[in-house]
């Protein structure tokens, strides 16, 4: 069953985002998983959040989504991009 991460981000500065950038892709891919959107969501309903982008990944399991997020590789990619953006994580899994 597929799993969906979901992520939304507010970023500070940008001096993380062109490693990150070069980085990120190839660790997604290597556990299984695909970029399916990423940019600012459209408000439809509730009380908004504060601006930011979201981001949503698919994998092929919770498993390897809980693999990549373990990988320590990407341990060092969550500690470049702490210094510069606020980012939250939620996991999904697909019906």
Known sequence: MAAY????????????????????????????????????????EGAPRLPGTTVLLEFPSIEQARAW??????????????GGADFDLQLLAGV
Do not use: F, V
């Open 5 to 44: 991460a979901i992520g939304s981000l507010t970023i500070h500065n940008t001096e993380w985002q062109k490693e990150y950038g070069e980085k990120m892709p190839a660790l997604i891919q290597a556990h299984g998983g695909k970029l399916l959107g990423r940019g600012a969501a459209q408000h439809l």
């Open 69 to 82: 997020q373990a990988d320590p590789l990407h341990e060092a990619l969550r500690k470049l991009r702490s």
